[in-house]
């Protein structure tokens, strides 16, 4: 008995060794609960592979110093990210590989890159996918995005923007989903959706990354980069909604703007980054500063070097450095000198590799490789592009339905310099997409109205400059035509990153060809591409018809060419106000009353936007029926159910989203004028009708957030506004 208890024991200890081994290598194994897996996996790692996981290379076509290049031997295998552009995936799966088999723990790199509306088939700037207000396609275009960026070696992307649009001269309102908080927080969940799919370990998704948290879109007179002004009520009523949205949506990401919020930068505000996003919301996964914004805080003079900004930063919430190198150069001694404590930085790696676990990446580290026509710009995506293209087009102006084109015109000016542009109308952040992938305008028309019409182009003259050479062509063309489209718009870096504008009027070339095809007599119609709402107070009286038709990427020949021949019916409502003139900004449908509401406007404009958020005609038209209410007082705990039916009228099938917004006339904080609510999109048939409907649910739809994020809901007088109808009800405990 003796014996067997001291062969047992003996067993035992040579066993131990083997099964602490076994022990420390359960970051392996795929059934292990994830944070057990990352528990083993932070006891082994050294302070030095921590850090490499908080900082991002980058490779591709930039300058910056840790863009590894073409030299992956000389790269550490320890490298925790990597800003992937380039559409090699094998590329990526050698990177990879070196990473898991060359690393002491084998820990995979998580590679990402900006597809924003598209990789290689480029969907319409975010600003115009709100302008669908149709979730199901901007949800499709974001799964194909996440498909075609998979295949080419990606695991994250930078996207959704949801930085609200308070100023059109900030170039970024392109990437975002308009003035409105609600539409931009139910844009948010859709992209993570799309993106992220039901799991993020499935191939094809990739992780989402919120951005740019927070208040960027406040940059002072929309100067990229600048100081915002932001009190902590509009942070919390305006700001914080879409974050919070897209985070309970699980995004698995986020990114901390440039912007210096009140004083605290937001890459070293640790009241938004930590006490609101991670304490209060909850959120998992991890934080990446936006490119340089660690270093921006010296600029910003909240740090005296990038150690302190590193301090700063990191201490904030910011877990991973976008190319900087900082926490790398830094990091080491701020944990010796035990100004970072080395518990923040276990949470910080924590976070990160939750977010890989999650993508799976341990488990599949490599992705599919497959022959670019099978990867990009299949037929179903162009379809999609197309569709998603023409329902973000918003009819502005039709007078005596001069659009569609129909039979009545034998031949049509095809004027502009945007009819053969192949680069601008892809817009800012085309990803991958290239100009030879780009449907034109020319050949979009060319092949919609082959046998239908003669189409006699001119170019007229370039987007800016002085060069009036080519508007007698222009004008000859016209004179020949039955009506005159000119097609004019913006550069595609007018917008976008550093894409400011002063004014956000077209230059005053393209303004004056206008003027010049207007003296013809012929019916001028405006097809304009931008990536912001532009200043139409002049072109607005010489335009019989105007559309909006932003920058809509790959599909944009059949889309423009569907609108105006009436293939598509028109259904894009604004996303964002067309003010007068560029001096009437900030100016957004939910401001708040004046204390005089008759006085104080402009005295050298009309006091309303040229044409408000929610604006949008069709080729049909839509009769609403009164609103019916179920009840005119409810109680905190009820609900009450608003129904409109709506007919089409008119003799084609359309689609209509009715919005949906309340207004409280009254409360201990006051209240935007009206606010958007919940919106519908459906599709009806000439001469059918259909019933939309809203449950308003007190607690989500009357409530309001006070400067804390605090919640209230106060009883009293409500409306509720669908078109031109506003009705009463009452709120009672
Ligand atoms: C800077 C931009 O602000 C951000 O939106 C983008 O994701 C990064 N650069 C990476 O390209």
Redesign the pocket.
Same mark, same amino acid.
């Given at each position: 008995m003796k014996r067997q208890i001291v062969t047992f024991t003996l067993l035992l200890l040579c066993a131990l060794p083997l099964a602490a081994q076994k022990k420390k290598e359960i970051y392996k194994d795929k059934n292990a609960p994830i944070e057990t897996r990352i528990d083993n996996l932070l006891s082994l790692m050294t302070l030095e592979e921590k850090i490499m996981q908080m900082n991002q290379w980058t490779y591709g076509k930039n300058a910056n110093p840790n863009n590894i290049g073409e030299k992956m031997k000389e790269v550490s295998p320890m490298i925790g990210s990597l800003?992937y552009r380039s559409t090699n995936p094998e590329y990526r799966n050698q990177i990879q590989k070196k990473a898991i088999s060359e690393s002491r723990l084998g820990i995979p790199i998580i590679f990402g890159f !900006?597809a924003i509306h598209g990789y290689r088939t480029v969907f319409p700037i975010p600003l115009a996918q709100a302008c669908s207000w149709n979730t199901d396609l901007v949800q499709q275009s974001c799964a194909i995005t996440a498909k075609e960026s998979w295949l080419s070696g990606l695991d994250w992307t +930078?996207s959704p @923007?949801l930085d609200v649009a308070r100023d059109a001269r900030w170039g970024r309102v392109s990437e975002g989903y308009g003035e409105d908080t609600y539409a931009n927080s139910v844009f948010a969940v859709t992209a993570v959706k799309g993106y992220q799919g039901t799991n993020l370990s499935d191939k094809y998704t990739i992780a989402a990354c919120l951005?740019?948290y927070i208040g960027y879109s406040l940059s002072e007179g929309g100067r990229d980069y600048h100081y915002s002004d932001i009190s902590n009520q509009t942070l919390w009523e305006t700001f914080m909604p879409p974050f919070e949205a897209g985070i309970k949506a699980g995004a698995a990401t986020v @990114?901390s703007g +440039?912007n210096d919020i009140s004083g605290v930068p937001a890459s070293a505000n640790y009241y938004t980054l930590t006490e609101v996003l991670k304490k209060k919301w909850g959120h998992d996964g991890f934080v990446i500063s !936006?490119?340089g914004s660690v270093r921006n805080l010296v600029e910003q003079s909240v740090a005296k070097d990038l150690k302190e900004a590193t301090q700063k930063a990191f201490m904030a919430g910011v877990e991973m450095d @976008?190319v900087d190198n900082t926490y790398m150069d830094y990091l080491p001694a701020l944990v010796a000198e035990g100004k970072v404590p080395m518990a923040t930085v276990d949470e910080a790696v924590r976070r990160i590799l939750r977010v890989k676990m999650k993508l799976g990446l341990f488990e599949n580290p490599y992705v599919d490789v497959v022959p670019e026509k099978k990867r990009y710009l299949l037929p179903e995506y162009l379809k999609t592009a197309e569709l998603l293209a023409a329902e973000s087009m918003v009819l502005l102006k039709n007078d005596n339905s001069v659009l569609p084109i129909t039979t009545k015109y034998k031949s049509i000016a095809i004027i502009g310099p945007m009819v053969k542009d192949s680069v601008h109308i892809m817009g800012f952040w085309e990803g991958m997409g290239r100009p030879q992938d780009v449907e034109t305008i020319y050949a979009g028309l060319q092949k919609e109205f082959k046998g239908k019409a003669q189409l006699n182009y001119a170019k007229g003259c370039d987007f800016d400059g002085d060069d009036r050479n080519g508007f007698t062509d222009a004008v000859s063309a016209a004179n020949k035509s039955d009506a005159v489209i000119v097609f004019l718009g913006e550069k595609r870096n007018w917008s976008g990153?550093n894409g400011s504008r002063s004014t956000i009027a077209l230059p005053k070339i393209q303004e004056d060809l206008v003027a010049e095809l207007k003296k013809t007599g012929k019916p001028v119609i405006l097809m304009l591409s931008s990536g912001r709402p532009l200043e139409l107070i002049r072109l607005n009286t010489m335009a019989s018809a105007i559309v909006a038709i932003w920058q809509p990427g790959t599909a944009a020949g059949s889309a423009v060419a569907g609108i105006l021949s009436g293939r598509s019916n028109p259904s894009g409502k604004l996303s964002i106000t067309f003010p007068q003139t560029t001096g009437q900004i900030p100016i957004y449908y939910n401001m708040r009353e004046s204390a005089r509401p008759n006085s104080g406007h402009y005295q050298d404009i009309p006091r309303d936007a040229l044409y408000w958020f929610g604006h949008g005609l069709s080729y049909t038209n839509y009769s609403y029926g009164s609103v019916k209410l179920s009840a005119t007082k409810i109680k905190k705990t009820d609900k009450l159910i608003a129904e409109v039916e709506i007919t089409n009228t008119g003799d084609r099938d359309g689609k209509e989203t009715v919005m949906w917004f309340i207004k409280d006339p009254f409360a201990s904080i006051s209240r935007p004028m009206k606010e958007l609510k919940h919106f519908e999109k459906k599709f009806i048939k000439a001469g059918e009708k259909a019933v939309y409907r809203f449950e308003i649910d007190p607690a989500q739809h009357l409530s309001f957030v006070d400067s804390n994020g605090e919640r209230h809901l106060e009883t009293g007088d409500f409306y509720v506004i669908v078109n031109d109808q506003q009705l009463h009800f009452e709120l009672i405990e």
């Open positions: 800003l !900006d +930078f @923007m951005k740019h @990114m +440039f !936006d490119w @976008m990153e």
